[in-house]
């Protein structure tokens, strides 16, 4: 009987190291694993859009690369420096801020934390240790222009930003050329929200411009947009989508989307980082050309071969800087 407690004790002894040695080797993996912080951009989760796109290219990097993730919302951190200053202090290896409304406190952080590096999205720093990344969306608008422009029977087209600022410009002009480039006596019909989270606005402003006859609707403008979308199914006309596929929110309306692939971005940036321990530095531009920017399969209405031919075209002239 005393040799079955010895020998229950001792195999009890050994679970406990057992399980201390496993833990311990967890933890030492874990330190070694690369570690990435995102500050996400205003609306944060669940935008169907640009702050979701970034989440999918992390939990891809996650599960491919074995990359361990954390992020911030302005609504958790009140101020974006707040969020990034946290993702600093846990030891992350990269800290990203997505969006141009964070460059300001990532430039701050930065100054800071002169030996972490970080990644601005959407924007252009000059400081040497941020790499900058942005994307084509003007090549990327051109295309849905086009498709616009193709589909509207009223010759009259909206498009709805979610802010009047340079980089929501370059999708409203690049729609605007893409679809005068079809119909040069297109009418354009443009508003600004200045509100990239507001659903019902977005309704509002697309229930107004479908009462000025346009009947395809391109929204820039994050959630914002999403209620353009919505709107423009409730009324029977059509709507482009953006950033990521957004068919399955208006299925009957949305033709297509115009890709902003900051998911693609993110991740071969930090598949490169896995491979070289470092990331470029400077200004990296994304386009057709790269998969940075793309449009989505064209849905809901079905396009002539001479129609797909003066697509394929276009894709062609952009993605060769034409």
């Given at each position: 009987?005393?040799?079955?407690?010895?020998?229950?004790l001792?195999?009890?002894?050994?679970?406990?190291?057992?399980?201390?040695?496993?833990?311990?080797?967890?933890?030492?993996?874990?330190?070694?694993?690369?570690?990435?912080?995102?500050?996400?951009?205003?609306v944060?989760?669940?935008?169907?859009?640009?702050?979701?796109?970034?989440?999918?290219?992390?939990?891809?990097?996650?599960?491919e690369?074995?990359?361990?993730?954390?992020?911030?919302?302005?609504?958790?951190?009140?101020?974006?420096?707040?969020?990034?200053?946290?993702?600093?202090?846990?030891g992350?290896?990269?800290?990203?801020?997505?969006?141009?409304?964070?460059?300001?406190?990532?430039?701050?952080?930065?100054?800071?934390y002169?030996?972490?590096?970080?990644?601005?999205?959407?924007?252009?720093?000059?400081?040497?240790?941020?790499?900058?990344?942005?994307?084509?969306?003007?090549e990327?608008?051109?295309?849905?222009?086009?498709?616009?422009?193709?589909?509207?029977?009223?010759?009259?087209?909206?498009f709805?930003?979610?802010?009047?600022v340079?980089?929501?410009?370059?999708?409203?002009?690049g729609?605007s050329?893409?679809?005068?480039?079809?119909?040069?006596?297109?009418?354009?019909?443009?508003?600004?929200?200045?509100?990239?989270?507001?659903?019902?606005?977005?309704?509002?402003?697309?229930?107004?411009?479908?009462?000025?006859?346009?009947?395809?609707?391109?929204?820039?403008?994050?959630?914002?947009?999403?209620?353009?979308?919505?709107?423009?199914?409730?009324?029977?006309?059509?709507?482009?989508?953006?950033?990521?596929?957004?068919?399955?929110?208006?299925?009957?309306?949305?033709?297509?989307?115009?890709?902003?692939?900051v998911?693609?971005?993110?991740?071969?940036?930090?598949?490169?980082?896995a491979r070289?321990?470092?990331?470029?530095?400077?200004?990296?531009?994304?386009g057709?050309?790269?998969?940075?920017?793309?449009l989505?399969?064209?849905?809901?209405?079905?396009?002539?071969?001479e129609?797909?031919k003066?697509?394929?075209?276009?894709?062609?002239?952009?993605?060769?800087?034409?």
């Open positions: 009987m005393k040799r079955k407690h010895i020998a229950v001792l195999s009890f002894c050994i679970t406990i190291l057992l399980a201390g040695c496993g833990q311990a080797a967890m933890e030492s993996n874990a330190d070694e694993k690369i570690k990435v912080g995102i500050m996400l951009s205003d944060g989760l669940g935008d169907q859009s640009f702050s979701d796109s970034a989440f999918g290219g992390l939990i891809k990097s996650r599960d690369l074995g990359i361990l993730f954390d992020y911030r919302e302005i609504k958790d951190t009140g101020t974006y420096e707040k969020g990034l200053t946290e993702l600093v202090e846990e992350n290896d990269l800290v990203i801020g997505l969006g141009f409304m964070v460059q300001e406190d990532l430039e701050k952080t930065a100054k800071k002169p030996k972490q590096k970080f990644i601005l999205i959407d924007a252009i720093s000059e400081l040497d240790n941020i790499t900058s990344i942005t994307f084509k969306e003007d990327g608008s051109f295309l849905a222009g086009v498709v616009a422009a193709m589909t509207s029977k009223s010759n009259t087209v909206g709805i930003g979610g802010a009047d340079p980089l929501i410009n370059k999708f409203a002009d729609f050329e893409g679809a005068k480039a079809v119909k040069p006596d297109i009418a354009i019909i443009t508003e600004y929200a200045n509100d990239f989270g507001n659903d019902k606005l977005g309704s509002e402003i697309a229930k107004k411009m479908i009462g000025n006859k346009a009947d395809v609707l391109y929204a820039a403008a994050g959630f914002t947009g999403v209620g353009a979308l919505k709107a423009a199914q409730e009324n029977r006309i059509y709507a482009i989508g953006v950033d990521s596929d957004q068919y399955f929110y208006a299925e009957k309306s949305v033709i297509t989307s115009m890709l902003k692939n998911d693609v971005g993110i991740y071969q940036l930090l598949k490169e980082y070289e321990n470092k990331v470029p530095e400077g200004h990296i531009e994304l057709l050309k790269d998969n940075g920017v793309q989505a399969p064209i849905r809901v209405i079905s396009l002539t071969d129609q797909r003066t697509l394929d075209e276009w894709q062609k002239k952009l993605a060769e800087g034409n």
